[in-house]
Nanobody, 121 residues
């Protein structure tokens, strides 16, 4: 059974950086797509960034392009999200998701429970 566990959230000030981690277990994840999503208070879940587990190619939402970097360490079974130049609009619960193959978008099969990020102005 695939399990995803996020960590690294917290309270930071505008302009600060933060790195989130998502530990994946229960599978080899060959040909999987792993992604970060976020959900701000009162809003729907928003796609942030994704990485192909095998090849390492990445994709980003326009709102985070140039500020966030997604990566993965296959040996550690962990995906990361390095977030720089944070602003209050980045405040949200951040979730990691996983699915087998396909595009970066669409329906993800597995989800973590999320980690809270709060950016104060």
């Amino acid at each position: 059974q695939v399990q995803l566990l996020e960590s690294g959230g917290g309270l930071v000030q505008a302009g600060d950086s933060l790195r989130l981690s998502c530990v994946a277990s229960g599978g080899t994840f060959y040909n999987y797509v792993m992604a970060w999503f976020r959900q701000a208070p009162g809003k729907g879940r928003e796609y942030v960034a994704a990485v192909r587990w095998t090849g390492g190619s990445t994709d980003y939402a326009d709102s985070v392009k140039g500020r966030f970097t997604v990566s993965r360490d296959r040996a550690k079974g962990t995906m990361y999200l390095q977030m720089n130049s944070l602003n209050p609009e980045d405040t949200a619960i951040y979730y990691c998701g996983a699915k087998y193959g396909g595009t970066y978008y669409g329906d993800y099969e597995y989800w973590g429970r999320g980690t809270q990020v709060i950016v104060s102005s």
